[in-house]
Every structure is written in structure tokens, then in C-alpha cells.
């Protein structure tokens, strides 16, 4: 099948889906950037992908591969990952066993949780499939490779970070109560931010020796210590933060906020050591002391 056919199909789905190449890009576990590139030409979509494209919309996989005539598409559904049940997709190009259930944002998130409690090279493609209920050919149909998997847990979780700062400010106008919402979310009070933060050292630790996830890291805290600089900005001319270098300042509370909740992670709840709530009055009183306005 010619590339500019496969892209064409793919196009056609996420049109039919009524959602945007956006948040095609997001079910599909796939940098945006990644998913244009394909779609315009330059970059050609791997099988595993058009494989992921037919299981979220709901189409034959073998007509987005190009194996099946047109008539053996499906009809098209507007199947969101929450909603998607279990069935089989056959991957006739590759001519691998059918991929049965295996859905690629519930393997990614039965991957996380994996990586949370175990660590991400204690943790087996049998493992993942375990928790999925499917089998390895599954997660192989999806993500050939566990460096693949890893990178998409990675992007997972710093998507799943940016919604929920997103969410969680978007009502706040005043930039020194948006900071301190700010400190609050990513302070690991609950059982699930402590999880997040767990699968974030891992991903600390591969990054040094991965190149994929290392710029997936590095454009991550980019786009956070971005986000922290332009509140601190807005602070400023909102005349409640001192007249300090924004983006210094927003270098210095990220690793204060990095290096706490290390601690906090290193302490079992209840027990003597760095809490949750010594960690968020840490970062009250610093930016108490170094921000905000007497």
C-alpha cells in the first residue's frame, strides 16, 4: 500500500471521528507532531500504528492497511477510549496473531501503574498483558517494543499532568493564588499523585540513558517551567510577586518542588520524614519569602 494512501485512509477516520488531530494523537498514545508528520507526507506510519488508528476508530484493519478492498471497511464509530470494548483486529500485513482487546491507552495505563510498583525494568510485556487481560501479541500489536511502551507511558503521564494543572486553574485569574493551586497539584497527597510521581523518577533515571524519552523530558519541563514563569509574570504585573527574573525563579521552585516530592516519595505515609503536608508548606513559606509582595 502506497504511503500516500495509508495517510489518506487515516485522515478520512479522524475526520469521520469528529475530533481533532489533536486528540487523535492523544488516544493513539503518539506525539502530535509525530502524527502530522505522517499525515503530511514526510514520515510514514509504522504497522503497529495503523494497527492502534483501526482499534480506537472502529474500523477493519485491513482495509486501513491496505490488504482488504474498501467494502471491507467498517462502519465508522466514534469510540472513545472510556467506552471501547474488547474484540479482535486482525493484523493481516504483518500476519501476526490477531490482537485481541489490548487497547492502547488502557495498556499504556496498566503500563504506568506497572512501572509505579515495580519499576520499569522489573516490569514484563506478560506482566502488562496480565493486567490487560490479553496477550503479549496484543501489546506487540500496539507497541512493538518496550522502549516504545515506555516512551508512550511517558507522554501518557505528562498529558495527563498538563489537563489536570489546565483543570485545576482554569477559574483562577489572580496569578498568586494560580501558583499556590499550582504547588497544591503537584504536591503527592493522594495515593494516584504518588503513583505519578513514581513512574517520574523512572523516567528521570531512563531519560539519561534514553534519547527518545531523555527529549520527551527535556521538552516536558520546558513547557512546565514555561507555565510556572508566565503565572510568576503575571504576579508581577499584577503587582503580588516582587519584580524578580521569571523564568530564574520558575527554574528555582520546579526543583524545589522536583527535590521535595523526591523526599516525600522516599518516606512511607505515616512514618517519621518528609510528608505531603511538610512538602506544600515547604513551598508556601519559599514563595512567601522569595515572591510574594509584604
Not at 495503523?50 to 474500523?59: E, S
Not at 482488504?68 to 467498517?74: D, K, L, S, T, V
Not at 464509530?77 to 501476526?96: F, K
Not at 516504545?148 to 511517558?154: P, V
Request: charged share 25%.
Amino acid at each position: 500500500m502506497q504511503h500516500d494512501e495509508a495517510a489518506e485512509r487515516v485522515r478520512q477516520v479522524i475526520r469521520d471521528a469528529g475530533v481533532s488531530q489533536r486528540e487523535f494523537a492523544r488516544r493513539m498514545v503518539i506525539d502530535p507532531s509525530k502524527l502530522s508528520r505522517s499525515l503530511g507526507g514526510p514520515r510514514r506510519f509504522t504497522t503497529a500504528e495503523l494497527a492502534r488508528v483501526a482499534d480506537i476508530a472502529g474500523v477493519d484493519a485491513g482495509w486501513l492497511l491496505g490488504t482488504q478492498p474498501e467494502q471491507g471497511r467498517a462502519p465508522s464509530q466514534q469510540v472513545t477510549p472510556s467506552a471501547a470494548r474488547p474484540r479482535r483486529v486482525r493484523n493481516a500485513a504483518a500476519g501476526r496473531p490477531a490482537a485481541d482487546s489490548g487497547r492502547p491507552l488502557e495498556i499504556v495505563r496498566q503500563t504506568v501503574r506497572l512501572i509505579a510498583e515495580h519499576g520499569f525494568h522489573s516490569v514484563r510485556v506478560s506482566d502488562i498483558a496480565d493486567a490487560c487481560g490479553t496477550s503479549t501479541a496484543a501489546i506487540h500489536y500496539h507497541f512493538p517494543g518496550r522502549d516504545e511502551l515506555l516512551e508512550a507511558a511517558a507522554r501518557w503521564c505528562m498529558d495527563e499532568d498538563t489537563a489536570r494543572r489546565a483543570a485545576g486553574t482554569a477559574d483562577t485569574h489572580h496569578a498568586g493564588d494560580e501558583l499556590r493551586l499550582l504547588i497544591g497539584l503537584q504536591t503527592p497527597y493522594t495515593s494516584q499523585q504518588r503513583r505519578q510521581w513514581s513512574v517520574w523518577l523512572d523516567l528521570w533515571a531512563e531519560a539519561a540513558r534514553s534519547t527518545a524519552v531523555g527529549e520527551l523530558h527535556v521538552e516536558y519541563y520546558r513547557q512546565w517551567r514555561a507555565t510556572v514563569a508566565e503565572v510568576i509574570g503575571r504576579g508581577i504585573a499584577q503587582e503580588v510577586f516582587r519584580p524578580v527574573d521569571p523564568e530564574a525563579a520558575a527554574l528555582s521552585l520546579t526543583a524545589l518542588i522536583d527535590g521535595l516530592a523526591t523526599q516525600v516519595l522516599a518516606t512511607t505515609p505515616g512514618e517519621p520524614g518528609t510528608s505531603a503536608k511538610d512538602m506544600h508548606g515547604a513551598l508556601l513559606r519559599y514563595v512567601d519569602a522569595t515572591l510574594t509582595v509584604g
